[in-house]
Structure formats: structure tokens, C-alpha cells
């Protein structure tokens, strides 16, 4: 079996793997201060969990946004099962071709996600992700990476929003009844879900006239699922991008 660990800034999402095929997908919050022998019980916590032996790894690897943590959770893995995961980054085989100004500051989440969008989707693409920030990737016809945008995550505009005015609540991310608020509460909802839903529908559609064609659209991360049904494009949700992209690349390398 092999261990693949993304690490965002607001969750980090473990995964066993054989044989090319996700036999699970956990996610858990990251732990910014968190010890190697912490992360070394949540990653065999997550395993014991799904029935599986920690003992069968055989091999890993890892994607990390957090460097902070990077050798905290390479460590962790090397002392659980012994073996030192690969680290995607400079010196990592991806097979894929990065187009943008600087292609050394294409976050390793973005790489990952490309690596598995191209193998799995119809070119060109538009891949989503939906976690501590939302970023969008653009994937043309020839399978190159060409570029994309970031901006404020819908939870980080959410806490920011209510930390600010002290008169609004926190909310759960459930789906409004209706699209115009009768109450605080309603109002929060449909403004925040329904909002970023019209701005990932309006982001692809002038990345679509940019292109001069329609790109696929796959989208992924925490948010992903509250956000969206509420979409009038139409957008693939896989949550298991992130894992899919990791064997890719491991299997590159391995």
C-alpha cells in the first residue's frame, strides 16, 4: 500500500492507496504545532480506522503547502513505518509542463491536482479548488499548465466577515432555502454560498472566452461540495484530485 498526505493550510487529507486504486480518503485539520509523534498517531489512527495495517505501507509520498510542516509529517512517516516518503518539489519527475512566468512558484497542490486532471479529464481544463484560498488552474488543449487565479477562500471570507461585524453570527455551510434572506442567518447563507458559486460561474466563463472554447471544469476541496450544486456551469466534483495526483507522480518517480 502506499501513503499519500496533502498538506493544505486548513486540512490535511491522508489516503491509502494499491494498485492504482483510493481505498480511503480521510481529512483532518492541520495541525500548524503539532509533533512528529502526533502526526505519526493520526496517520495510524486514520489506517486502524479504515482497517487497514500501517504495516503494509510500502511506500509514500507527500505535497505540502505548510514547509513549516513538511519535515515534521516526512518524519512522522519515517517513524511509523520506516520508510522516508517522497516529497513533491524541485527534483520530483511530474511530467508536467508548467507554462507560467515562474514555474518554480506553482504551489505543489497545483501540480498535483494538474498531474491528475490531465490523466483523468478532457483537455483543456479548468481545475478548481476549493480550500484556505480557492485558486483555479487552466489546463490547454496541449496538456500545458498556462496559468490561473487565486483568490479568498469561502471560509477565510466568512470568518473575515464576521470577526469584523460583531452583529453577525457564525453559520454552518448548509444550502439556503431560498435565494432572497428573510433573516440574518438566511441572508448569510445565500450571500456567501450563492455569491462564490456566481463567481466561479462568472471566472469560468470569461476563462472560457480567454480561451476561445469550453474547458472541462473539475472542482475539489473542502468547499467544493457546498458550493457546487448551487453552480449554473456545469463542474465535476473529486475529492480524491489531490490522492489521484499523488500516485501519478509517485508512480513517475518511484
Given at each position: 500500500?502506499?501513503l499519500?498526505?496533502?498538506?493544505?493550510n486548513?486540512?490535511?487529507?491522508?489516503?491509502?492507496?494499491?494498485?492504482?486504486?483510493?481505498?480511503?480518503?480521510?481529512?483532518?485539520?492541520?495541525?500548524?504545532?503539532?509533533?512528529?509523534?502526533e502526526?505519526?498517531?493520526?496517520?495510524?489512527?486514520?489506517?486502524?480506522?479504515n482497517?487497514?495495517?500501517?504495516?503494509?505501507?510500502?511506500?509514500?509520498?507527500?505535497?505540502?503547502?505548510?514547509p513549516?510542516?513538511?519535515?515534521?509529517?516526512?518524519?512522522?512517516?519515517?517513524?511509523?513505518?520506516?520508510?522516508?516518503?517522497?516529497?513533491?518539489?524541485?527534483?520530483?519527475?511530474?511530467g508536467?509542463?508548467?507554462?507560467?512566468?515562474?514555474?518554480?512558484?506553482?504551489?505543489?497542490?497545483?501540480?498535483?491536482?494538474?498531474?491528475?486532471?490531465?490523466?483523468?479529464?478532457?483537455?483543456?481544463?479548468?481545475?478548481?479548488d476549493?480550500?484556505?484560498?480557492?485558486?483555479?488552474?487552466?489546463?490547454d488543449?496541449?496538456?500545458?499548465?498556462i496559468?490561473?487565479m487565486?483568490?479568498?477562500?469561502?471560509?477565510?471570507?466568512?470568518?473575515?466577515?464576521?470577526t469584523?461585524?460583531?452583529?453577525?453570527?457564525r453559520?454552518?455551510?448548509?444550502?439556503?432555502?431560498?435565494?432572497?434572506?428573510?433573516?440574518?442567518?438566511?441572508?448569510?447563507?445565500?450571500?456567501?454560498?450563492?455569491?462564490?458559486?456566481?463567481?466561479?460561474?462568472?471566472?469560468?466563463?470569461?476563462i472560457?472566452?480567454?480561451?476561445?472554447?469550453?474547458?472541462?471544469?473539475?472542482?475539489?476541496?473542502?468547499?467544493?461540495?457546498a458550493?457546487?450544486?448551487?453552480?449554473?456551469s456545469?463542474?465535476?466534483?473529486?475529492?480524491?484530485l489531490?490522492?489521484?495526483?499523488?500516485?501519478?507522480?509517485?508512480?513517475k518517480?518511484?
Amino acid at each position: 500500500m502506499i501513503l499519500a498526505i496533502d498538506i493544505g493550510n486548513t486540512n490535511t487529507v491522508i489516503g491509502g492507496c494499491k494498485d492504482g486504486k483510493i481505498l480511503f480518503r480521510e481529512t483532518l485539520s492541520t495541525a500548524h504545532t503539532a509533533t512528529t509523534l502526533e502526526y505519526a498517531a493520526l496517520i495510524r489512527t486514520a489506517f486502524e480506522l479504515n482497517g487497514e495495517d500501517h504495516r503494509s505501507i510500502e511506500g509514500g509520498i507527500i505535497s505540502s503547502v505548510v514547509p513549516s510542516l513538511t519535515l515534521t509529517v516526512k518524519e512522522a512517516v519515517r517513524r511509523l513505518t520506516g520508510i522516508t516518503p517522497m516529497v513533491v518539489g524541485p527534483g520530483i519527475k511530474t511530467g508536467l509542463s508548467i507554462m507560467i512566468d515562474n514555474p518554480a512558484q506553482l504551489g505543489s497542490s497545483m501540480v498535483v491536482n494538474a498531474a491528475a486532471g490531465i490523466k483523468n479529464y478532457p483537455l483543456p481544463l479548468i481545475i478548481i479548488d476549493m480550500g484556505t484560498a480557492t485558486t483555479l488552474s487552466v489546463i490547454d488543449g496541449k496538456g500545458s499548465h498556462i496559468g490561473g487565479m487565486i483568490v479568498p477562500g469561502l471560509r477565510v471570507s466568512l470568518d473575515s466577515l464576521v470577526t469584523k461585524a460583531s452583529q453577525l453570527p457564525r453559520i454552518a455551510l448548509e444550502p439556503p432555502k431560498r435565494i432572497i434572506g428573510r433573516n440574518t442567518v438566511e441572508c448569510l447563507k445565500s450571500g456567501v454560498l450563492y455569491g462564490c458559486a456566481g463567481m466561479i460561474d462568472g471566472l469560468i466563463s470569461r476563462i472560457n472566452g480567454e480561451m476561445g472554447e469550453v474547458c472541462t471544469a473539475v472542482a475539489t476541496g473542502d468547499a467544493a461540495g457546498a458550493v457546487v450544486p448551487l453552480c449554473k456551469s456545469t463542474i465535476i466534483i473529486d475529492d480524491d484530485l489531490p490522492l489521484k495526483g499523488l500516485m501519478i507522480i509517485y508512480d513517475k518517480n518511484k
